[in-house]
């Protein structure tokens, strides 16, 4: 299966709720994901709560043209759920 972004939602501080193709859900924390050219930016709190679902893209962007690849969002949310499960 080809994963997707289906819905975002700005939480707080560099933290989004993202909703998958396959049914997954979760809460990614991007903090320490926002360093580079296109992405250092992004720390700024105003320009990051900009997120944006792109249909044609079927992920996240962001109005400077950053983006990221659903694959690696949807594993930063596997992540989060794998630490919760394990403590």
Known sequence: MILH???????????????????????????????????????????????RLDKELDTIVWVNGADLAPEFLHNLIQHVQEETHVQ
Do not use: H, R
């Not at 289906?6 to 990614?28: E, H, P, R, S």
């Not at 296109?38 to 900009?50: A, C, G």
């Open 5 to 51: 972004v289906t819905d975002v939602q700005y939480l707080q501080n560099y933290q989004l709720k993202l909703t998958f193709n396959d049914g997954v859900a979760g809460i990614v924390d991007l903090s320490n994901e926002l360093w580079g050219e296109m992405f250092e930016p992004l720390k700024d709190p105003v320009l990051f709560s900009q997120v």
